[in-house]
């Protein structure tokens, strides 16, 4: 194992549920382009359900005038104006960087996939004449030409001994949950786990009899700042913002948080 002394801390930036929908606000994205820019992480991480997809959800198949208007196209553009938005500042300064022949700003992007992104997925089961089309959010958003790396939903990817996953998945294969979820997130790992899928902002932490790291768990809030319809009139617990995580030796990370109106604040007015 490689000494602590000599170990490269890992930097990273998570994104968590960013839930982008057609209509909405999404300068957000252009100002965290920038943050990136300033503290060059580098791993960017979307921790899943980027997207909503409500165009595809089966909570309102049968509800026709819920569904009227909300189409893929839109969400897909949607989420498009978003990436774009998000890369824009650090495309500029690469550009930039090129025409001053000096290093460029190349950090490893990675997109997990949420249960709301499966809803595609599922839809393209029951709909097999689909099969072959070129519809999937691989293709539609661009993401391998934008040069993301993506993880399917309820799986996982390990970095120095840390696991990234939407939520964690319990034996019977359904979502974990509940008010002791990153405990329950520990319990279903021998790694360090990061997750979103709650919209809530939790650390837990536990060391195994026997094991030589402790273990800990981060549930990470999420990045977007409306009301969903199905919460309006709620009281929410819902952390809005981004992590910046530092992985300090195998299992063990610092965070640094930035919630939605410090980024706004700081970045928001950034051309």
């Known amino acids: 194992m490689q000494s602590i002394e000599h170990y490269k801390t890992t930097t990273m930036l998570i994104i968590g549920d960013s839930h982008v929908e057609p209509q909405q606000n999404l300068s957000r994205f252009h100002a965290l382009g920038h ?19 409500d165009s595809l959800s089966a909570w309102d198949v049968d509800k026709k005038k819920t569904m009227e208007g ?13 990436l774009n938005a998000l890369e824009q500042p650090i495309t500029c ?6 025409d001053k022949k000096r290093a460029q700003y190349k950090p490893r992007k990675i ?13 393209i089961e ?6 072959g089309f070129p519809i999937s959010l691989e293709h539609n958003l661009s993401l391998q030409k934008r040069g993301w790396e993506v993880v399917p939903y309820k799986e996982h990817l390990v970095i120095d001994d840390v696991a990234f996953t939407h939520i964690p998945i319990s034996n019977n294969g ?5 008010k002791y979820v990153c405990q329950r997130a520990l319990d279903l790992y021998n790694y360090s786990i990061v997750f979103g899928h709650t919209h809530r902002l939790e650390v837990a932490n536990k060391h195994r009899h026997g094991g030589t790291h402790l273990q800990q768990s981060l ?10 319809d199905y919460m309006q009139g709620a009281t929410t617990d819902y952390w809005r913002g981004i992590v910046l995580l530092d992985i300090t030796q195998p299992m063990r990370f610092d965070i640094k948080t930035y919630s939605m109106s410090h980024l706004m604040r700081e970045y928001g007015n950034h051309e």
Do not use: M, T
Not at 93 to 98: A, E, G, L
Not at 219 to 228: I, Q, T, Y
């Open 174 to 178: 359904n979502p974990i949950g509940g």
């Open 35 to 53: 943050l990136c820019l300033d503290h060059r992480p580098e791993i960017i991480l979307s921790i899943g359900d980027f997207l909503s997809l």
């Open 126 to 131: 029951k709909n097999p004449v689909l099969d």
């Open 70 to 82: 909300k189409r893929y196209w839109d969400d897909v553009d949607s989420g498009n104006v978003a």
């Open 93 to 98: 300064y690469n550009k930039s960087q090129v």
């Open 219 to 228: 549930n990470c809030g999420c990045f977007f700042d409306h009301v969903p």
């Open 111 to 123: 997109f997990i996939k949420g249960n709301h992104e499966n809803r595609l997925d599922r839809y």
